[in-house]
């Protein structure tokens, strides 16, 4: 099957549990349509860089699939019609990183930083 990296926008006034919650739920639709969920990350509250529907921060998550391309296409329909999800992208790739995504090693690594201050 192939591989896809994918990224929504949900809306900032969800909490961070809401968020998880409906990546969870849309992962859910692309395990019914015959694909697999690899990996799940929650990158966060953070700042767009300009403004979408009247929200200047909006809660990031990113999933890699390993799905058909029917798959893809109901979560994508899915999102179009989600009141809470406010962009989203999916990318056709060769292979998955086994590694943190660049965005959760950089907060990884401020984490590390803030813990080595007296």
């Known amino acids: 099957m192939p591989l896809y990296e994918h990224t929504f926008i949900a809306r900032p006034d969800l909490s961070a549990q809401q968020a998880q919650t409906l990546a969870e739920e849309l992962g859910g639709i692309v395990t019914a349509n015959g694909g697999e969920v690899k990996k799940q990350e929650y990158w966060g509250l953070r700042s767009l860089a300009y403004r979408l529907k009247k929200h200047r921060k909006a809660h990031y998550v990113h999933l890699n699939l390993d799905a058909p391309a029917a798959a893809v296409a109901e979560l994508e329909r ?19 990183d086994p590694e943190p995504s660049i965005v959760m090693q950089v907060k990884s690594s401020r984490d590390d930083r803030r813990r080595d201050r007296p």
């Open 78 to 96: 899915n999102e179009r019609i989600h009141d809470d999800v406010v962009r989203y992208l999916t990318v056709k790739i060769d292979k998955f």
